[in-house]
Nanobody, 117 residues
Framework: QVQLVESGGGLVQAGGSLRLSCAASGSIFSPNTMTWYRQAPGNQRALVAAMTSGGSANYADSVKGRFTISRDNAKNTVYLQMNSLKPEDTAVYYC???????????WGQGTQVTVSS
């Protein structure tokens, strides 16, 4: 079992910044991938950014150049630095953990990000 705890969401004006954190605990096997997803009302959950334990990252086109994902493997924590936020970034942001070769996905409880115009 893996437990994920997200933090760092909140209300920010357009153009502002927020930093999300997700701390994993439990049976942390490597290699693995930690991913940020988001879900806005009426929309499906969508990938925002992902990073492997080896440091490879990928981003949704909509956040490239504005968001940066990073990890501290010693702390089993992944971060999402979000800059130049837009109202369309408003969503609940979820952290996901998956060990390589496993079909089991673990999810955090989600953290709300609201960007006002």
């Amino acid at each position: 079992q893996v437990q994920l705890v997200e933090s760092g969401g909140g209300l920010v004006q357009a153009g502002g910044s927020l930093r999300l954190s997700c701390a994993a605990s439990g049976s942390i096997f490597s290699p693995n991938t930690m991913t940020w997803y988001r879900q806005a009302p009426g929309n499906q959950r969508a990938l925002v950014a992902a990073m492997t334990s080896g440091g490879s990252a990928n981003y949704a086109d909509s956040v490239k150049g504005r968001f940066t994902i990073s990890r501290d493997n010693a702390k089993n924590t992944v971060y999402l630095q979000m800059n130049s936020l837009k109202p369309e970034d408003t969503a609940v942001y979820y952290c996901n953990f998956r060990a390589s070769g496993s079909v089991r996905n673990y999810w955090g409880q989600g953290t709300q990000v609201t960007v006002s115009s």
